[in-house]
């Protein structure tokens, strides 16, 4: 049967809210892509969830922990700003597939590991459930 023929085409059948799909961030991705600095990415566009995301990362791996916490949080707040414009309800799917979403979850993830290295262990355990409801693929692939 195909699309056309299948009267259930494009439903979501388990009666939750549909995925939210970020919009493609051409510049900060080409910013990057062309080698610059996540920090002068943020700076440019502190929008950018993945400009965040990727400094907590980069800060984390090099011991700052705090610092990484305080990135990822930034990057998790603009990223639920995104996805609230983007129709988010605060709750439902928020594919991992689809790369625009990938700075949200990323900074997501980061703000539940680095929650989890000062001891924080509620926030780090709302982040990781939160990260699993939101993709379970993300979680996953980032766990």
């Not at 262990?121 to 990781?128: D, S, V």
Request: charged share 20%.
């Amino acid at each position: 049967m195909s699309a056309h023929e299948n009267p259930f085409a494009g439903q979501n059948l388990l009666g939750g809210p549909a995925p939210t799909h970020l919009p493609v961030e051409t510049a900060p991705l080409e910013l990057l892509a062309g080698g610059a600095s996540p920090a002068e990415v943020a700076a440019k566009y502190p929008t950018s969830s993945l400009a965040w995301a990727q400094l907590a990362d980069d800060a984390f791996v090099a011991g700052r922990v705090v610092e990484s916490y305080a990135y990822a949080r930034t990057g998790y707040h603009r990223g639920l700003d995104s996805l609230r414009r983007a129709g988010w309800k605060g709750h439902g799917p928020v594919p991992w597939e689809h790369e625009p979403n990938r700075g949200f979850l990323r900074a997501l993830h980061a703000l539940g590991r680095a929650a989890a290295a000062i001891d924080e262990k509620g926030e780090a355990e709302r982040c990781a459930q939160f990260l699993r409801d939101s993709s379970p693929t993300a979680a996953d692939t980032l766990g």
